[in-house]
């Protein structure tokens, strides 16, 4: 799970090296990434091992329920394979130790995200309009409305601030996790990665002001 919050704040930044109009997109790999790291600081929050390996075993059940969809009627490979899915959960839940439980349900990943972070549980709200196409992701090529809308692409480098900074918090809110698991502290290199993101979120902000008053 950690690795596919990864690979998805790597392809907002492979956008970014694309082309500045794929804003919008942008916003849309950068919400994966944070939707993965939420799922994956639920999966990792009990410090117990034998309750987070009960968790994964309720995060599998998406994965064994898929098959049952009727729109998977047609599919016996996703079918198989949710079937065979759902045998695995059983068997291993049933030789968990005693006194190993977990939710019955994934939290919603808003909730998730507010208690870890509040700025992620803020862009993910934010970064699903884009993803479901609702009204705000029209914005970047639309301004105004009614007789006064004026229709053209407005995307400016102020709108990858957030992606490319959401990105890099998701990723080092599970990096951190993981690491209290098994290491303890953090090492003194993620505070320099730190310094250097806040330095260049400095640089970029006050790059774009200079912009706008020339």
């Known amino acids: 799970m950690s690795?596919?919050?990864?690979?998805?704040?790597?392809?907002?930044?492979?956008?970014?090296?694309?082309?500045?109009?794929?804003?919008?997109?942008?916003w849309v790999t950068a919400r994966a990434a944070v939707e993965a790291?939420?799922?994956c600081l639920w999966l990792l929050e009990p410090d117990d091992e034998w309750?987070?390996?009960?968790?994964?075993?309720?995060?599998?059940?998406?994965?064994?329920?898929l098959g049952g969809r009727p729109e998977m009627k047609d599919c016996p490979q996703v079918i198989a394979q949710s079937e065979s899915i759902e045998d695995f959960r059983r068997a291993v839940f049933d030789k968990l130790p005693e006194g190993?439980?977990?939710?019955?349900?994934i939290e919603s990943i808003t909730t998730i995200l507010a208690a870890n972070d509040e700025r992620l549980a803020s862009f993910y709200v934010t970064a699903s309009q884009h993803t479901h196409a609702a009204e705000l992701a029209t914005r970047t090529s639309r301004a105004n409305l009614g007789v006064d809308a004026t229709y053209g692409e407005s995307v400016g480098a102020e709108d990858w601030l957030h992606p490319l900074t959401m990105s890099y918090v998701s990723f080092r809110a599970t990096a951190t996790r993981l690491i209290q698991l098994h290491a303890g502290e953090p090492p003194e290199i993620l505070s320099i990665a730190d310094r250097q993101i806040e330095e260049a979120c400095d640089e970029f902000l006050a790059a774009v002001l200079t912009q706008d008053k020339a």
Do not use: Q
């Open 3 to 26: 690795n596919l919050a990864l690979r998805h704040a790597e392809a907002t930044l492979a956008l970014a090296k694309t082309d500045m109009v794929l804003a919008s997109s942008a």
């Open 37 to 39: 790291t939420g799922r």
């Open 51 to 65: 309750e987070r390996e009960a968790r994964w075993l309720v995060f599998l059940e998406e994965g064994a329920r």
């Open 100 to 105: 190993a439980s977990a939710p019955k349900r």
